[in-house]
């Protein structure tokens, strides 16, 4: 059995295939289907608990076929994706290109980040 989310590209560095917020109505549907539990049911959850439940998830849940779509690089397999597929892996690959231009993710806003936090914490 194979866990979905990460790939791993080195011993300090993982490629993530999901977005917590982005994947929101897969990650419900698919733990609803593993786990058989709705998490809008489930009373309050810690949030440890529910990263355990989605990093669990198998590839034939909603968001495991998703992925599989989202992390394919073999040539002759995407030949033969159908356009739904393609359209799945290229709104990934937009959605991952936003976020890693995204000005918050700069290293002077993470500073800024930090020393606003810092600065509240002592007011």
């Given at each position: 059995?194979k866990?979905?989310g990460?790939?791993?590209?080195?011993?300090f560095?993982?490629?993530?295939?999901?977005?917590l917020?982005?994947?929101?109505?897969l990650?419900a549907?698919?733990?609803?289907?593993?786990?058989?539990?709705?998490?809008?049911?489930?009373?309050?959850?810690?949030?440890?608990e529910?990263?355990?439940l989605?990093?669990?998830?198998?590839?034939d849940?909603?968001l495991?076929?998703t992925?599989?779509?989202?992390?394919?690089?073999?040539?002759?397999r995407?030949?033969?994706?159908?356009?739904?597929?393609?359209?799945?892996?290229?709104?990934?690959?937009?959605?991952?290109?936003?976020?890693?231009?995204?000005?918050?993710?700069?290293?002077?806003?993470?500073?800024?980040?930090?020393?606003?936090?810092?600065?509240?914490?002592?007011q």
């Open positions: 059995m866990n979905v990460k790939r791993k590209i080195s011993p560095r993982t490629e993530t295939w999901y977005d917020e982005y994947d929101k109505d990650i549907q698919s733990v609803a289907k593993q786990y058989g539990k709705l998490p809008s049911e489930q009373d309050e959850m810690h949030y440890s529910w990263i355990l989605v990093g669990g998830l198998m590839e849940t909603p495991g076929q992925v599989l779509i989202r992390k394919e690089n073999d040539r002759e995407l030949k033969h994706f159908t356009q739904y597929e393609h359209r799945i892996r290229n709104e990934w690959r937009s959605f991952t290109a936003k976020q890693q231009l995204s000005p918050n993710k700069k290293p002077e806003n993470f500073a800024k980040m930090f020393e606003d936090m810092f600065r509240n914490m002592f």
